[in-house]
């Protein structure tokens, strides 16, 4: 009973056990719409999506491979599922946020940081308290599914599928606060290689030839006497 209790005691120091059906979507459009918090307690169902290190495999060394850290990805984007009201108010909030993206009357697209908003979604406790969260990056909707009628579905209600697309994510505690580890020295040292910039260009050996060059012509031609040039010719002819 001993390793009961302490399996029971390590679920309740922390909050207790997560419940896959409490949660919370928060949904901001980039237009004053007035209904974000209407369509945020309209999600019935959400996957948060996780991160990845992608790796590639080191082959520079004897015996076996192995794999090394390259980079990070995230999932392309985050799927979820709206109840619909009779009106359909909440696909249009959809559609309209689209419409705002690339204008259905001249297909011109809208500049990039206007369209885009964060998401963010919650695990719920208990008594409906934050508990845990993740906050997704630059998002905007990529893709609203179809609905299907039927006349079989007689007590089924009406949902949207609909997709989001975000650059990255970040987990966040209870007050929205990014839970990460980050580096202490970034921005201190440049990312790429700096060239030196210096007022007067580089003056290389090819650049000094060309200038001689150049210094010998104009002096030789500016020192030649016509009538002493035309002589020459027509007694030796062209050089």
Known sequence: MAALDQFISSFNKYGGPAQLNR???????????GDD?????????????GKNIRTTTNENIYGPTHEMAQGLTYAEEVNMTILLS???????????????????????????????????????????????????????PKTLGPIQYSQNSVNEL????????????????????????RDSDAGKFPRQMQIPQSPIPYD???MRIARNKVREATTRITTIDPIQAATSFLRNGPR
């Open 204 to 206: 290389d050996a090819v």
């Open 23 to 33: 949660f919370e979507v928060v949904i901001q459009s980039p237009f004053s719409s």
């Open 37 to 49: 918090r209407h369509v945020s307690f309209r999600v019935e169902g959400v996957t948060m999506p």
């Open 86 to 140: 009779a009106t359909h108010r909440e696909k249009h909030y959809i559609h309209l946020w689209m419409d705002y993206i690339v204008k259905p009357n001249t297909y011109d697209l809208e500049y990039y940081k206007e369209y885009i908003q964060p998401i963010f979604i919650y695990q719920l406790g208990k008594n409906g308290e934050k508990t845990s969260g993740l906050k997704l990056n630059e998002c905007f």
């Open 158 to 181: 009406a949902k949207q599928e609909v997709s989001f697309s975000f650059k990255d994510l970040e987990f966040v505690d209870t007050a929205g606060d990014t839970i990460s580890f």
